[in-house]
Nanobody, 121 residues
């Protein structure tokens, strides 16, 4: 069974920083793209950033220049460094990954349980 467990959310003032972590555990053969999504109250879930196994990154326009995604393939972990946080960054942040649990099965998409990030003005 594969699990994604996020940590690092919390309450921070505008202009502050937080670092989110997401560790994949369980039966893992390989991990392809890892990503962070967020969902604010009353809004649709949106892609924040993604990173490939080779380290190619992608960012939403709203966070470009403020957020940095990285991953440690040896630890099956993805990080999101969030700087210059704004109240509009307030949301539940979800980790997402395409994971192959063994060489016999295809990649499946997994979600973490989410971690709350609240930015006060």
């Amino acid at each position: 069974q594969v699990q994604l467990v996020e940590s690092g959310g919390g309450l921070v003032q505008a202009g502050g920083s937080l670092r989110l972590s997401c560790a994949a555990s369980g039966s893992i053969f390989s991990i392809n793209v890892m990503a962070w999504y967020r969902q604010a109250p009353g809004k649709r879930r949106e892609l924040v950033s993604s990173i490939t196994t080779e380290g190619t990154t992608n960012y939403a326009v709203a966070v470009k220049g403020r957020f940095t995604i990285s991953r440690d393939n040896a630890k099956n972990t993805v990080y999101l460094q969030m700087n210059s946080l704004k109240p509009e960054d307030t949301a539940v942040y979800y980790c997402n990954a395409d994971i192959q649990s063994s060489w016999r099965v295809p990649l499946l998409n997994y979600w973490g349980q989410g971690t709350q990030v609240t930015v006060s003005s």
